[in-house]
């Protein structure tokens, strides 16, 4: 069964109101009584036909909506594909802020996954500049990437949250020896697997289709307030639009601070339609979903460490007693899902890059991490020349440049920079070939 996810607004204010869920089992039924509850006032009738079909709300937002900047009813919008929180607060805001951008923009030609040491960074702004430099001009990048990501929650964003109408041209996959531990216990994916969005998700059977909500091709048409849509299908949505030459997206200031799908059973998606209904509503922009990043997903970090007061506020952690490195073990399900992730992209026919992100000189200073960063590196290298990807090692590239990191394993701002341009003008990444991909929507 697929839920799909959705929400009235109110043209004189910015009243909530409880989304409704309908189970696409009885649209043919009860499509017609539903889109009248939708359109003709709504939330009373569409609440009492879902307490009588036995049906839950989940609230849209618990925060009550600033007023538009201009009248709601001066353009029709996308309804926003709301879903149970995955018990991950920054999963939930790159589902939604990626549905935003998918709506706008289509998928994009790179999309950045990882755990916080990618989402801080890789700037997907600055690699579509340096892209445009080379003359890769209108190619777009996203970060997709989720504090505390491991191997295992990549392949899950990537098989069971993502449709292949909302995949890129390019993976980068960018992280570290933490992802891959399979020694450690795994928090965030854990945490995801035991919340009601995964829940629904498992009964979904498929993956979320955030794109299936693709915007009205015309805000002033009177008839998309009485079109129920049923023809949009996986291969028609979610579609990249025509680019201009030069592109660029605007930034946000932030605040401080699969395997087969036999193996997943996901099945064939491809005879899945998904529900699409035009309303009049007005989507929370990209700084209301998550304020602390850009419209690219990206986190904006300007913090610049200092190893010497660095170390006067946090004590020296020995490799030995760090959580992330012991106990250390890097065969097991982390190395199960880096396969199945590289196993996916093949079967997509996806160039999957990975890149091990710089390490500062006081972090590699202990020989304990030392050591298992090199052990680290082997096993990548052998994994990418086993399974097809490419391998970028920048674990030791600018261990000295203090003013790139935010902490001892983190960049910041300079250093994300630094890091996409690198990715951008290195000759071993064939950008030529790989930007010559066809998405996987189109093929």
Partial sequence: MMNVFFQRGSANSAMKSAPLIVSLRHKARLGGLLLAAVLLGGSALANEWLARSGKATEPFN???????????????????????????RRLDQQIRLYQHYLTQQGPPDVLIVGSSRALQGVDPQVLQEALAARGFRGVRAYNFSINGATARVVNLILQQVLS???????????????????GR???TY???????????????QAP???????????????????????????????????????EQSRRSEPAEGRGSEAQT?????????PLVIPALVRQPTPAQIAPDLTPLGFQLVVTRYNPTTYFQQFPRVPGRYDSNYFPWQLTGVQTQATVAIAQFAQQQRLPL????????????????????????????QQLAAQHGFLFQDLSQRWPTQSHYFADPSHL????????????????????????????????
């Fill in 190 to 204: 854990n945490g995801i697997v035991a919340s009601e969005g995964f829940r629904q998700l498992r009964q979904l």
């Fill in 353 to 380: 890059i990975f890149v091990s992100l710089p390490l500062s000189r006081e972090h590699l200073a202990d020989s304990f991490r030392r050591r298992s960063e090199q052990q680290f590196r082997q096993q990548m």
């Fill in 412 to 443: 910041n701002r300079e250093g994300a920079r630094a890091v996409a341009q690198h990715l951008a003008t290195d000759p071993a990444l064939p950008w030529s070939r790989l930007l010559a991909t066809p998405f996987p929507n189109q093929r």
């Fill in 62 to 88: 618990s925060r009550p909506e600033p007023e538009p900047s201009t009248p709601l009813d001066s353009a029709l919008t996308p309804l926003v594909h709301t879903f149970p929180s995955f018990n991950s």
């Fill in 265 to 273: 059973g996901l099945g064939d998606r491809s005879s899945i339609t």
């Fill in 208 to 246: 979320l289709f955030l794109s299936s909500l693709a915007p009205s091709p015309d805000p002033q048409s009177d008839a998309n307030l009485s079109t129920l849509s049923t023809r949009a299908t996986p291969r028609s949505v979610g579609r990249p639009p025509a680019r201009p030459a030069a």
């Fill in 185 to 187: 216990p795994d928090i």
């Fill in 164 to 182: 292949p109408n909302e995949l890129p041209r390019v993976i980068v996959w960018a992280d570290g020896s933490r992802a891959f531990n399979s």
